[in-house]
T-cell receptor, first 115, second 116 residues
Framework: SQQGEEDPQALSIQEGENATMNCSYKTSINNLQWYRQNSGRGLVHLILIRSNEREKHSGRLRVTLDTSKKSSSLLITASRAADTASYFCATDADAGGTSYGKLTFGQGTILTVHP | GAGVSQTPSNKVTEKGKYVELRCDPISGHTALYWYRQSLGQGPEFLIYFQGTGAADDSGLPNDRFFAVRPEGSVSTLKIQRTERGDSAVYLC??????????????FGPGTRLTVL
């Protein structure tokens, strides 16, 4: 079963605009990860944020985590047409201080960036 | 270096047939995961190997599904008596799994299984 929900389900923006995607989850986590998927095939890891972190940056990506609200957001700044893809959050449950390793994915956000 | 590879990339079979899907992880990765992704959904966990043993097979939907990793490297997911509902993309991932660490999973391109 899916861990939580992603919002919005689909997002359409113009090149240069920022894109924000949200993810909510239900159980206690060790870490949360964001992945990108093109054409319904392999996933590419974007960023990992641990449960004791609140914000993380990687290039044009910014991820925030609010464990009290059980939610995370992914911000892509200055979007490009090549960012068009599906984006998934995935949680790695807490196993007494370590992680289980198996990921529980949300349903994803389909991002379309128009040139 | 080479990433995770999966074969075949596409598999079409008839209802009731047996299929095997293969995953070749990144060399040296001790952990291997299988996920299944249906159209419009996120991947769902099936099974996780640490070395040769299945550390967690709680995601396998029923006893028609079985997976092995006999030498701690290549893994095969086996589906008996396939049903139309088994149609999905089967994804494999591997990682360097530390006993108390957190690490990134590297995914293969997937095998698209279609059961007619």
């Amino acid at each position: 079963s899916q861990q939580g929900e992603e919002d919005p389900q689909a997002l359409s923006i113009q090149e240069g605009e920022n894109a924000t995607m949200n993810c909510s989850y239900k159980t206690s986590i060790n870490n949360l990860q964001w992945y990108r998927q093109n054409s319904g095939r392999g996933l590419v890891h974007l960023i990992l944020i641990r449960s004791n972190e609140r914000e993380k940056h990687s290039g044009r990506l910014r991820v925030t985590l609010d464990t009290s609200k059980k939610s995370s957001s992914l911000l892509i700044t200055a979007s490009r047409a090549a960012d068009t893809a599906s984006y998934f959050c995935a949680t790695d449950a807490d196993a007494g201080g370590t992680s289980y390793g198996k990921l529980t994915f949300g349903q994803g956000t389909i991002l379309t960036v128009h040139p | 270096g080479a990433g995770v590879s999966q074969t075949p990339s596409n598999k079409v079979t008839e209802k009731g047939k047996y299929v095997e899907l293969r995953c070749d992880p990144i060399s040296g990765h001790t952990a291997l995961y299988w996920y299944r992704q249906s159209l419009g959904q996120g991947p769902e966990f099936l099974i996780y190997f640490q070395g040769t043993g299945a550390a967690d097979d709680s995601g396998l939907p029923n006893d028609r599904f079985f997976a092995v990793r006999p030498e701690g490297s290549v893994s095969t997911l086996k589906i008996q008596r396939t049903e139309r509902g088994d149609s999905a993309v089967y994804l494999c991932a591997s990682s360097l799994r530390w006993t108390s660490g957190v690490d990134e999973q590297f995914f293969g391109p997937g095998t698209r299984l279609t059961v007619l």
